[in-house]
């Protein structure tokens, strides 16, 4: 049996020692960022995707053998565990493989083949096996018994054909090639359920669809799986093409038991076995199994995608610490506004009507202004809700007519605001404040900090994922949940101002721990230094181990407490300063000085060479922001809605989402265009995320605007023009039949602040594509999130 530690060293290309090393540090409770960061000579560096990986498949591997071990239990109880299948059972790889081995000994109901042996049937079936040449009907003869409930020849001869079904469906080397040769070949079949086609019709391209199983991609098998849930669609699994699909399955049954038909007298009732075998014991076994893991894949990339996008999400470039002025749009309502200070407090809120149906533009200038001056507001931060586009041209107003105030302003992704401010962490922050002010001050905050704010907010509200409702709801709880540590760790924590929700996402720290350093925090003023956590209650050497490193003490009495170096090697720090003659805090950011020591100089049994060269490279750069340089889309102006939009005009936007189809790029019309995969590059491009991530600033030429449909077709091959896209058919791409493209993904106005964070149903074409049509394809595989 192949040990957990070769099969992950194995995955992971890595040494045996360097994952039981990083095995050992999990089981003691260190975290993913702190083992990627500080324990590099023991792990032998292995990174923070490998270490997820391991602790993924750690996981998996150790129920996979606990499981294991109650499959031998419970075989061995029976008094059948041979050495053979010991030997197998000890070798299955995946959960899959075990189970197949173990369905004939796993205890269950009587079946009619149990019936059948205890009626004594079992040579029956035997004999006729292992001689066709025999007759089935003279043979069964002798095996009538109404004693033993065998009323004649034929209730003899169904017994023994209920006893060699479980048998042929029970051996696993049989139901493996079966599963395999089903995950090449199959075909997957949707039609509508009769009397659903005006209740479905968001899913009418599913009403006569077929597609090879194993191709179907990810946001289309959840289209299917939606529509099957919602009683729209009914889906099938044929075994291949043809006018016999079943033809090769009943063969490879057939040969797995030495079956031929050659005319004996025999063959056709062994015949007729097979074919039931197949057609009611393995392919209804195995259509829900293939079923199921073509869900499994397809939840995998779906997690997959939205951990992509919330990474780069949380990752966007910070504003940094500016007075801010945040702006939630809104017409009749009126415009909420809030400014915070450089740290993000609330200095002052208000509410103005600068639209329809009060039109006081000037008035709202004039409030807007003075609120600027008197804060030294240097930013404006505009929610992309109803209104947006009008609220940026009134900021755009307001820094032409007052430059003296030195404004910037931008447009920022205001999802998940509404759900932050009903929340009870925003009760707790902001009780003073209305819900509809404090949406406003997200906004602000989110432009100084993205990272900061968004993790106030569950991942699952912030919408950047695609059917993120129809996946593993604790799956896609886990994977965002580290994707949100990776990055909060990866960016570090000023100890002095983090909140309570970007505490808890710090290695080691949990929400008690959290909720503790803020108590502190407020009853005995700034931390001047990071050994000042360990007066906080609960806060033991263990937490303090796994969070130093990654909080932060700015402007603090220890000069390296602002760094990432870990407490634990101040010593090092100490002795390399020593080394160079200069006191800490001239060293850190001496550049010079650093580049020329030889770090090997000051490894030890301690302090290898990776740990040595990230200390000199963060003195170098002390607490270095990993995060892009911040900048703005700039919308043309003129530019505001979707009637303003021309063929082959090049725009500027920002990218929203990132889906396995496409890109959709904020352009400034209310209305996100889709940059299909097809378009991203002049180059075959596999996976969107190669070429674009959330947040990324672009280029965009206009291919073509749907008015009716509220659709714009993108191009980011700025070479291209929109006469050969629509002469194209809408993109480069067609897919092959109906079906293949009817994954779509609705594009709708931004929400009001009503339905802002509402979690979006999907929107299918209401009506198969016509031939030749420019948008339908352009949008086949688009959906709402």
Known sequence: MISITETLSNELAARPAQVEAAIRL??????????????????????????????ERLGYLRELAERRVAVLKSIDEQGKLTPELQAEINGAETKQRLEDLYLPYKPKRRTKAQIAREAGLEPLADAILADPNQIPHELAGAYVSTAKGVADAAEALEGARQILMERFAEDPELTGRLRDHLWEHGILISRVIEGKEQEGAKFADYFDYREAVAKVPSHRAL???????????????????????????????????????QGRAADDWLAETVRKTWRIKLLTRLDLELKGRLMESAEEEAIRVFGLNLKALLLAAPAGRLPTLGLDPGLRTGVKVAVVDATGKVAATDTIYPHVPKNQWDASIARLATLAKTHAVRLISIGNGTASRETDRLARDLIARHPELG?????????????????????????????????AVSIARRLQDPLAELVKIEPKAIGVGQYQHDVNQNRLARTLDAVVEDCVNAVGVDLNTASVPLLTQVSGLNRTLAENIIQFRETNGAFAN?????????????????????????????????????PEAYPLVRRIAEFTGKDIRSLIGDAATLRRLDPQRFT??????????????????????PR??????????????LNDLKPDMILEGTVTNVTNFGAFVDIGVHQDGLVHISV???????????VVKSGDLVKVKVMEVDLPRKRIALSMRLSDSAEQHQGA????????????????????????????????????VNQPPAAGGTMADAFAKARKS
Request: hydrophobic share 35%.
């Open 26 to 55: 999990l089981d003691e409770g260190a975290t993913v960022p702190f083992i990627a960061r500080y324990r590099k000579e023991v792990t032998g560096g292995l990174d923070d995707i490998q270490l997820r990986l391991l602790e």
């Open 223 to 261: 289209a299917l799986f939606r529509g099957r849930n919602q009683g729209v669609l009914s889906l099938d699994l044929l075994a291949g093409e043809g006018e016999d699909p079943d033809a090769t399955c009943r063969g490879l049954i057939a040969s797995r038991f030495g079956i031929r038909h």
């Open 407 to 439: 404004l910037r302003s931008m447009v920022v992704s205001e999802a998940g605001a509404s759900v932050y401010s009903a929340s009870e962490f925003a009760s707790k922050e902001l009780p003073e404040l209305d819900v509809s002010l404090r949406g």
């Open 530 to 566: 990071r050994k000042k956590l360990m007066a906080v209650p609960r806060f033991g050497d263990k937490a303090f181990q796994l969070s130093a490193g990654f909080l932060r003490v700015p402007d603090g009495d220890e000069p390296l407490d602002a760094s990432a170096v870990h």
């Open 604 to 625: 030890d049994e301690r302090f290898g060479l990776p740990t040595v060269k990230d200390i000199l490279a963060e003195l170098e750069k002390p607490g270095r922001d």
């Open 628 to 641: 892009p340089e911040f900048k703005t889309a700039q919308f043309r102006d003129g530019v505001e809605t």
């Open 680 to 690: 991203l590059a002049d180059r075959f491009v596999k996976d969107p995320h190669e």
């Open 729 to 764: 058919g809408g993109r480069a791409e067609r897919p092959s039949n109906r079906g293949a493209s009817s994954d779509m993904r609705q594009q709708t106005p931004k929400p009001n602040a009503k339905d802002r964070d509402r979690p979006a149903a999907v929107k299918a």
